[in-house]
């Protein structure tokens, strides 16, 4: 059996149903088995970092549903990997798991600059999980089930396996054997907590129960955990309010009463000031950064941490823990839920003081939302996303690209169903929306998916249009064009007078784009043709492309500084 038979063996036994892959010189005898076999459905982007992308978006979208996948992509050596990098390094950031395989030039040629050589395991070593390179064909199948094991253990992340093209090609020995049943990783130094230690929940439990001003934070672990409705019960039962992280939003309804929605930069203000003001902080799988905490000598300093979190390297790491929990989230919260000695209390107090500082803001958010077009009468991305919200019920499945929309898509969305919202946090990549809503609809086919960008990274991997074209999937694209990429202009205009430094984006006409793809196209000037238009997309049985022309004046508010506190934090645009 050769190496190529080998991969494709442990893929199928992993449950792996989609590839989506590039091919080229040094991974041609897998995409050549591939067509012999016939096991997935094989999809091809029309540039390698889009498959990284669909990756994600499978990986992301199936973790709530039955039968959650892995996604898989594939690409040759040199060029090929390399355009894989960014994709993977964004994965890393937003812990998804996935595993790429890259071909390699033949192990006799490594080091030597051959054809589309590069060292891909030295690349990809500080932006994923764990790299391989198998230099015998024995090791292969081996290698594949340890990489989805890493993959999916403990906190998730991307695994790279770089395989040399004589490895691919050579058979084993008549005397090989492997059984997956049986097979045990091997690696020292990897540890997995999944369960608390009584002790530390009970320490946690006794400080909540003297908390009077406590706050949850929702992270991605409680996505990744599936632990979004245990939250909830643990939110009722104790009556703590809930602070979202980017990643954090469609665990539990936003709309919730107990709901604070987003922290952090560009936060709500009762999710900030709640966190200003509290006593107790804990934290559910989430890791702390510099977009959640601002300065961070002024974070919370009269609160206590419990910080709850499956990689120990992240307790302690940017904000003192009083008491760390090294544990999965749904495990977790099983426990606490079930501790005789957990105290409901009302906290009226408290209650009262975060409703106080969300009717602060309502009244002028509302009105703007209702007013729906800025100054120069173009349409307002806010009021857009209300629309789309409205009309949907915070039902579907919403893939932003990143930038200004993102923010505004994590704000006026009002999500209603558990692990419905998946976009690139840590990393930020623009050109991600795309091709990982094509990922999303293909785990959850039923669902409807709108993939949501900006003029600018809808350009970015504009080509992935063609993939929708090619597999006629069912993705809903809106495109808020206002003419600038929209949140870094929004920075110049607080922070750097008003100069529009490299921010003016031209457009193609996008009627033409979409004719060039097959796809219904429709541009939206006006307020009153907002809600035909959502509905005219959704009637469509296909993929839709709408574009809606916007104010580019438009800001995210509030907005914490880059580098301040949330005592920094800008309510409302100052008059210039």
Same mark, same amino acid.
């Given at each position: 059996?050769?190496?190529?038979?080998?991969?494709?063996?442990?893929?199928?036994?992993?449950?792996?149903?989609?590839?989506?892959?590039?091919?080229?010189?040094?991974?041609?005898?897998?995409?050549?088995?591939?067509?012999?076999?016939?096991?997935?459905?094989?999809?091809?982007?029309?540039?390698?970092?889009?498959?990284?992308?669909?990756?994600?978006?499978?990986?992301?979208?199936?973790?709530?549903?039955?039968?959650?996948?892995?996604?898989?992509?594939?690409?040759?050596?040199?060029?090929?990997?390399?355009?894989?990098?960014?994709?993977?390094?964004?994965?890393?950031?937003?812990?998804?798991?996935?595993?790429?395989?890259?071909?390699?030039?033949?192990?006799?040629?490594?080091?030597?600059?051959?054809?589309?050589?590069?060292?891909?395991?030295?690349?990809?070593?500080?932006?994923?999980?764990?790299?391989?390179?198998?230099?015998?064909?024995?090791?292969?199948?081996?290698?594949?089930?340890?990489?989805?094991?890493?993959?999916?253990?403990?906190?998730?992340?991307?695994?790279?396996?770089?395989?040399?093209?004589?490895?691919?090609?050579?058979?084993?020995?008549?005397?090989?054997?492997?059984?997956?049943?049986?097979?045990?990783?091997?690696?020292?130094?990897?540890?997995?907590?999944?369960?608390?230690?009584?002790?530390?929940?009970?320490?946690?439990?006794?400080?909540?129960?003297?908390?009077?001003?406590?706050?949850?934070?929702?992270?991605?672990?409680?996505?990744?955990?599936?632990?979004?409705?245990?939250?909830?019960?643990?939110?009722?039962?104790?009556?703590?309010?809930?602070?979202?992280?980017?990643?954090?939003?469609?665990?539990?309804?936003?709309?919730?009463?107990?709901?604070?929605?987003?922290?952090?930069?560009?936060?709500?203000?009762?999710?900030?000031?709640?966190?200003?003001?509290?006593?107790?902080?804990?934290?559910?799988?989430?890791?702390?950064?510099?977009? &959640?905490?601002?300065?961070?000598?002024?974070? =919370?300093?009269? #609160?206590?941490?419990? %910080? *709850?979190?499956?990689?120990?390297? !992240? $307790?302690?790491?940017? &904000?003192?823990?009083?008491?760390?929990?090294? =544990?999965?989230? #749904?495990?977790?919260? %099983? *426990?606490?839920?079930?501790?005789? !000695? $957990?105290?409901?209390?009302?906290?009226?107090?408290?209650?009262?003081?975060?409703?106080?500082?969300?009717?602060?803001? *309502?009244?002028?958010?509302?009105? !703007?939302?209702?007013?729906?077009?800025?100054?120069?009468?173009?349409?307002?991305?806010?009021?857009?996303?209300?629309?789309?919200?409205?009309?949907?019920?915070?039902?579907?499945?919403?893939?932003?690209?990143?930038?200004?929309?993102?923010?505004?898509?994590?704000?006026?969305?009002?999500?209603?169903?558990?692990?419905?919202?998946?976009?690139?946090?840590?990393?930020?990549?623009?050109?991600?929306?795309?091709?990982?809503?094509?990922?999303?609809?293909?785990?959850?086919?039923?669902?409807?998916?709108?993939?949501?960008?900006?003029?600018?990274?809808?350009?970015?991997?504009?080509?992935?249009?063609?993939?929708?074209?090619?597999?006629?999937?069912?993705?809903?694209?809106?495109?808020?064009?206002?003419?600038?990429?929209?949140?870094?202009?929004?920075?110049?205009?607080?922070?750097?007078?008003?100069?529009?430094?490299?921010?003016?984006?031209?457009?193609?006409?996008?009627?033409?784009?979409?004719?060039?793809?097959?796809?219904?196209?429709?541009?939206?000037?006006?307020?009153?043709?907002?809600?035909?238009?959502?509905?005219?997309?959704?009637?469509?049985?296909?993929?839709?492309?709408?574009?809606?022309?916007?104010?580019?004046?438009?800001?995210?508010?509030?907005?914490?500084?880059?580098?301040?506190?949330?005592?920094?934090?800008?309510?409302?645009?100052?008059?210039?």
């Amino acid at each position: 059996m050769k190496g190529t038979e080998l991969v494709l063996r442990a893929l199928h036994a992993k449950g792996v149903k989609y590839i989506f892959g590039y091919t080229g010189g040094a991974i041609m005898p897998i995409f050549d088995e591939m067509e012999k076999q016939k096991l997935f459905t094989f999809v091809m982007p029309r540039h390698e970092q889009g498959a990284t992308f669909m990756a994600q978006g499978l990986s992301r979208a199936s973790l709530s549903t039955d039968t959650p996948q892995i996604g898989v992509c594939m690409a040759t050596s040199g060029p090929g990997a390399m355009n894989l990098v960014t994709g993977i390094a964004d994965a890393h950031m937003d812990s998804v798991a996935m595993v790429s395989i890259t071909g390699q030039v033949a192990t006799g040629v490594i080091a030597t600059d051959a054809f589309q050589e590069s060292d891909v395991v030295g690349v990809m070593m500080p932006i994923c999980k764990q790299t391989y390179m198998p230099l015998t064909t024995e090791e292969v199948e081996k290698t594949v089930h340890e990489a989805f094991y890493v993959a999916t253990t403990g906190r998730f992340g991307p695994v790279v396996i770089d395989l040399p093209k004589d490895v691919q090609i050579q058979s084993v020995d008549e005397n090989y054997s492997f059984n997956p049943k049986t097979f045990r990783p091997k690696l020292p130094g990897f540890y997995y907590h999944p369960s608390p230690e009584r002790e530390v929940v009970h320490q946690a439990i006794e400080m909540m129960n003297r908390s009077e001003r406590p706050v949850m934070f929702c992270g991605h672990g409680v996505i990744s955990s599936n632990a979004g409705a245990m939250l909830q019960e643990f939110a009722e039962k104790t009556n703590i309010p809930v602070a979202f992280t980017l990643h954090g939003l469609s665990a539990m309804p936003v709309d919730h009463p107990l709901s604070l929605g987003m922290m952090g930069m560009h936060g709500t203000v009762e999710a900030n000031r709640a966190i200003m003001n509290a006593d107790l902080i804990i934290s559910f799988g989430m890791r702390f950064d510099d977009r &959640v905490t601002g300065k961070l000598n002024e974070y =919370a300093k009269n #609160a206590d941490v419990i %910080h *709850v979190e499956i990689d120990p390297s !992240e $307790l302690d790491k940017n &904000v003192a823990t009083t008491v760390p929990i090294n =544990a999965d989230v #749904a495990r977790t919260l %099983h *426990v606490m839920l079930h501790d005789p !000695e $957990l105290v409901s209390k009302p906290r009226r107090r408290w209650l009262k003081e975060i409703e106080t500082n969300r009717q602060e803001t *309502v009244a002028e958010v509302e009105a !703007e939302v209702a007013a729906g077009v800025g100054d120069g009468g173009k349409l307002l991305m806010k009021t857009i996303i209300r629309r789309l919200s409205d009309i949907t019920e915070g039902k579907d499945i919403i893939v932003p690209d990143v930038g200004q929309h993102q923010m505004m898509s994590a704000r006026y969305y009002n999500f209603q169903t558990n692990n419905s919202w998946f976009t690139s946090g840590g990393a930020g990549t623009m050109g991600c929306s795309l091709p990982m809503a094509i990922g999303a609809k293909l785990a959850r086919p039923d669902e409807r998916v709108w993939s949501i960008s900006g003029d600018g990274g809808f350009q970015m991997n504009i080509q992935e249009l063609c993939t929708i074209m090619e597999h006629d999937t069912d993705v809903k694209i809106m495109i808020l064009n206002n003419g600038y990429l929209g949140m870094v202009r929004q920075w110049q205009t607080l922070f750097f007078d008003g100069r529009y430094a490299g921010t003016p984006m031209i457009s193609p006409n996008y009627e033409f784009i979409a004719k060039a793809y097959n796809l219904p196209y429709q541009k939206v000037t006006e307020l009153d043709q907002v809600d035909a238009a959502i509905r005219t997309a959704i009637d469509h049985n296909g993929a839709y492309l709408l574009e809606f022309v916007c104010d580019p004046s438009e800001v995210i508010l509030p907005m914490i500084p880059s580098g301040g506190g949330f005592g920094d934090m800008i309510v409302s645009r100052p008059k210039s």
